[in-house]
C-alpha cells in the first residue's frame, strides 16, 4: 500500500520521495485494581464533583490521588 502512496506522490510532484518505515511502541502501565471502603457521603460527593467535571468517578479520583502525590513530592524536595 506505501508503494502506491510513494509512487503517486513522485508521480504528482515531480520528485524522488524516500519514506522509512517507522513503528510506533506504545508502553502501557501495569495496572492493579484497588476497592476502597468510604462513607455513603463521600462517595456522592465524589460523584457530583466527577459529574460536574464531565468525567468518571475514576478519572477524578486518579487526578486527586497524583495532585495529592505530587503535592508530597514537592514538600519533600522543600525540606
Same mark, same amino acid.
Given at each position: 500500500?506505501?508503494?502506491? *502512496? *510513494? =509512487? %503517486? +506522490?513522485?508521480?504528482?510532484? /515531480? $520528485?524522488? @520521495?524516500? #519514506?522509512?518505515?517507522? $513503528?510506533?511502541? $506504545?508502553? @502501557?502501565?501495569?495496572?492493579?485494581?484497588?476497592? !476502597?471502603? #468510604?462513607?455513603?457521603? +463521600? =462517595?456522592?460527593?465524589?460523584?457530583?464533583?466527577?459529574?460536574?467535571? /464531565?468525567?468518571?468517578?475514576?478519572? %477524578?479520583? !486518579? &487526578?486527586? #490521588?497524583? &495532585?495529592?502525590?505530587?503535592?508530597?513530592?514537592?514538600?519533600? $524536595?522543600? &525540606?
Amino acid at each position: 500500500m506505501w508503494d502506491l *502512496v *510513494v =509512487h %503517486y +506522490l513522485q508521480f504528482v510532484t /515531480g $520528485m524522488t @520521495i524516500n #519514506i522509512t518505515k517507522v $513503528m510506533i511502541i $506504545m508502553v @502501557i502501565p501495569k495496572m492493579v485494581k484497588v476497592n !476502597l471502603d #468510604i462513607e455513603e457521603s +463521600l =462517595h456522592k460527593t465524589i460523584r457530583k464533583e466527577a459529574i460536574d467535571r /464531565g468525567i468518571t468517578m475514576k478519572a %477524578y479520583l !486518579l &487526578e486527586l #490521588i497524583e &495532585e495529592g502525590v505530587k503535592a508530597k513530592e514537592e514538600e519533600a $524536595m522543600e &525540606e
